[in-house]
């Protein structure tokens, strides 16, 4: 596979909507806020001595529980689609999957690792994307 040099001119249109990696962000979210809910129901249930129904509050924990898990599983399969509409694009805001296309960085819409390059680090992110500010900066 043939790697094209990166350049920091390089400017993709972006779908419509919010992007893959926002989607994704949104998504680890909601099942980020499953954890204290559940730890929420399991210390009310032990301190109760009995299961949830029994509590109009543990009730409430044990609905908002089973909307989390619901909603993640949308957020899932909405983040997918997208993910997978972009690589449809040409490109990507994932940073660690679909090497074979662009990455592009959200906030500039600039093409920040060029398809076949391995995943960037932290470092090798920040300065690509320092210059492609200085890029924008000079135009």
């Known amino acids: 596979m043939v790697v094209d040099h990166w350049t920091p ?6 779908l419509p909507g919010p992007t893959g990696l926002k989607l994704a962000k949104i998504e680890m979210g909601i099942i ?11 210390a009310g249930m032990a ?7 029994s509590s109009p509050f543990l ?11 619901v ?10 689609r997208k993910l ?17 296309v662009d990455q592009v960085d959200v906030h500039t819409g600039y093409v ?6 391995p995943p960037l680090t932290r470092g090798q992110y920040d300065e690509r994307a320092e210059r492609i500010r200085d890029h924008i900066k000079e135009m």
């Open 71 to 80: 909603s993640s599983s949308i957020a899932s399969a909405r983040c997918n």
């Open 32 to 42: 980020l806020a499953l954890f204290p809910l559940l730890a929420i129901l399991v």
């Open 84 to 100: 997978r509409a972009e690589v449809r694009a040409g490109y990507t805001t994932s940073a660690r999957r679909f090497n074979e």
């Open 9 to 14: 001119g390089t400017k993709v249109a972006l």
């Open 112 to 117: 920040i690792r060029v398809a076949g390059e």
């Open 47 to 53: 301190i109760a001595g009995e299961g949830y129904a």
């Open 59 to 69: 009730t409430l924990i044990m609905v908002l529980v089973a909307g989390d898990i």
